[in-house]
């Protein structure tokens, strides 16, 4: 089968790197990819929602199955732009169609959604550009920490806690009357703060059945011990010490099965994955948000765990055959440290020459942010590299991933020395 998988970033390197061992894989290519994805299939020079020149490549290659990565395209509606076109829509895809990336597109929908739908969350009232005084007043109101959430995609930046109030409220017209995040904050939720530990919960369903991926835990900010403003991840650790059976059942019972009955009676398809990132508050889980596609960097730890074919269960979610699949875990850790563009999440620089790649061999480095240029690997972004390491224990897994992070450098490189250190 020829398979197109639509990103950039680490999440589809990794996808790639599980995807190429496929027996089922005859090509792989990936749009627009970057240097990692290039040493496990054909890199295409198309953007990610350019989805005429997409349909055509699909056309022109015999692509079977597409695979989305990142949120963007499914928000803006690469599924429904397939199935309306007569030589496209008997492609199989995986990621949902715009309906269904409202899960993550909309914080305000998704909040509607869970509570429509009887799933724990934390409460929430969502204010409107223009109304930014009375969300001033509310904010007055609430019991700190203050967490505000811009409706809209801001590529895992437009979460802002503080205990300050003053803070908050000049936050909150800086997002609704400044466009601090663009369109993303026209609509902001002022959201119960919920005390607990955070985790990453995996699934991948047909919109009938589902399977459950290994679980993870991220690491938002940007600065050791979670200090400093939040990015799109830092690092990541599978499994996680607290995800237990008895857990992991609540969150099937309480969170997965509703969700997949609520899209079902909405009359939202959904062939794809469902993010949810949830908090473990005493022992109960509350959803955080749901996203759409996989995370970065949860995809490195998760897919450097999962033994079995991974295509196969891609194409059985595409066609709607997931019914009795079964998944098979590596009980074994893997923990991803992501390394960085000095000054990220805020101004970079790109372009660095990054030394020491060449000299590692069975190591698992996925590139999020690279290009090729001259036989040369530079940066190409803000999160530039995820390593990821294997072990028995959480502590071995944590050893080899930073062992191999001191043999990769760049000019004013940067990472965070604590993934995994909470856990135990």
Same mark, same amino acid.
Not at 112 to 118: V, Y
Not at 182 to 188: E, H, L, R
Not at 328 to 344: E, Q, R
């Given at each position: 089968?020829?398979?197109?998988?639509?990103?950039?970033?680490?999440?589809?390197?990794?996808?790639?790197?599980?995807?190429?061992?496929?027996?089922?894989?005859?090509?792989?290519?990936?749009?627009?990819?970057?240097?990692?994805?290039?040493?496990?299939?054909?890199?295409?020079?198309?953007?990610?929602?350019?989805?005429?020149?997409?349909?055509?490549?699909?056309?022109?290659?015999?692509?079977?199955?597409?695979?989305?990565?990142?949120?963007?395209?499914?928000?803006?509606?690469?599924?429904?732009?397939?199935?309306?076109?007569?030589?496209?829509?008997?492609?199989?895809?995986?990621?949902?169609?715009?309906?269904?990336?409202?899960?993550?597109?909309?914080?305000?929908?998704?909040?509607?959604?869970?509570?429509?739908?009887?799933?724990?969350?934390?409460?929430?009232?969502?204010?409107?550009?223009?109304?930014?005084?009375?969300?001033?007043?509310?904010?007055?109101?609430?019991?700190?920490?203050?967490?505000?959430?811009?409706?809209? $995609?801001?590529?895992?930046?437009?979460?802002?806690?503080?205990?300050?109030?003053?803070?908050?409220?000049?936050?909150?017209?800086?997002?609704?009357?400044?466009?601090?995040?663009?369109?993303?904050?026209?609509? =902001?939720? =002022?959201?119960?703060?919920?005390?607990?530990?955070?985790?990453?919960?995996?699934? $991948?369903?047909?919109?009938?059945?589902?399977?459950?991926?290994?679980?993870?835990?991220?690491?938002?900010?940007?600065?050791?011990?979670?200090?400093?403003?939040?990015?799109?991840?830092?690092?990541? =650790?599978?499994?996680?010490?607290?995800?237990?059976?008895?857990?992991?059942?609540?969150?099937?019972?309480?969170?997965?099965?509703?969700?997949? =009955?609520?899209?079902?009676?909405?009359?939202?398809?959904?062939?794809?994955?469902?993010?949810?990132?949830?908090?473990?508050?005493?022992?109960?889980?509350?959803?955080?948000?749901?996203?759409?596609?996989?995370?970065?960097?949860?995809?490195?730890?998760?897919?450097?765990?999962?033994?079995?074919?991974?295509?196969?269960? $891609?194409?059985?979610?595409?066609?709607?055959?997931?019914?009795?699949?079964?998944?098979?875990?590596?009980?074994?850790?893997?923990?991803?440290?992501?390394?960085?563009?000095?000054?990220?999440?805020?101004?970079?620089?790109?372009?660095?020459?990054?030394?020491?790649?060449?000299? $590692?061999?069975?190591?698992?480095?996925?590139?999020?942010?690279?290009?090729?240029?001259?036989?040369?690997?530079?940066?190409?972004?803000?999160?530039?590299?995820?390593?990821?390491?294997?072990?028995?224990?959480?502590?071995?897994?944590?050893?080899?991933?930073?062992?191999?992070?001191?043999?990769?450098?760049?000019?004013?490189?940067?990472?965070?020395?604590?993934?995994?250190?909470?856990?135990?």
């Amino acid at each position: 089968m020829n398979v197109l998988l639509v990103g950039n970033g680490g999440r589809e390197h990794a996808l790639a790197w599980k995807i190429k061992q496929s027996s089922h894989c005859s090509e792989l290519f990936v749009a627009p990819g970057n240097a990692g994805t290039a040493l496990v299939a054909k890199n295409v020079a198309i953007g990610v929602d350019e989805f005429e020149k997409l349909g055509t490549f699909c056309l022109e290659n015999k692509i079977e199955l597409v695979v989305v990565g990142p949120e963007v395209p499914l928000v803006k509606g690469i599924r429904d732009y397939f199935e309306q076109q007569p030589l496209l829509k008997n492609i199989l895809m995986v990621g949902p169609g715009k309906a269904g990336a409202q899960l993550e597109g909309s914080k305000d929908f998704s909040k509607q959604f869970m509570i429509r739908n009887q799933v724990p969350t934390a409460k929430a009232k969502t204010f409107y550009t223009g109304q930014s005084a009375e969300a001033a007043a509310y904010l007055a109101t609430c019991q700190p920490p203050l967490v505000l959430k811009a409706d809209g $995609l801001a590529a895992g930046k437009g979460v802002i806690i503080t205990s300050d109030l003053t803070e908050a409220q000049a936050t909150i017209r800086e997002m609704l009357e400044e466009r601090k995040f663009g369109d993303a904050s026209s609509k =902001v939720l =002022v959201e119960e703060f919920l005390d607990g530990i955070e985790l990453s919960v995996f699934v $991948l369903t047909d919109g009938e059945d589902y399977v459950i991926l290994p679980e993870a835990k991220d690491y938002k900010r940007i600065g050791d011990g979670d200090t400093g403003p939040n990015t799109g991840g830092m690092g990541s =650790v599978s499994p996680v010490a607290f995800a237990s059976p008895p857990f992991m059942q609540k969150v099937e019972e309480r969170i997965i099965k509703p969700t997949i =009955v609520g899209l079902k009676k909405e009359n939202i398809p959904f062939k794809g994955f469902i993010f949810i990132g949830l908090m473990n508050v005493k022992g109960d889980p509350f959803v955080i948000e749901y996203n759409t596609r996989m995370g970065d960097p949860e995809t490195q730890s998760v897919m450097a765990r999962i033994q079995s074919d991974f295509l196969e269960l $891609l194409i059985a979610a595409a066609k709607g055959e997931l019914k009795n699949k079964k998944i098979v875990v590596d009980p074994d850790f893997a923990l991803t440290i992501v390394m960085a563009a000095g000054g990220y999440p805020d101004q970079y620089e790109k372009g660095k020459s990054i030394k020491g790649l060449k000299e $590692l061999t069975n190591q698992l480095v996925f590139h999020a942010g690279t290009k090729m240029q001259s036989e040369q690997v530079l940066t190409d972004g803000g999160r530039v590299l995820g390593v990821t390491g294997r072990g028995k224990t959480l502590s071995e897994a944590r050893e080899n991933a930073y062992d191999v992070v001191t043999k990769i450098s760049w000019d004013n490189a940067y990472y965070r020395k604590d993934i995994g250190q909470d856990l135990r």
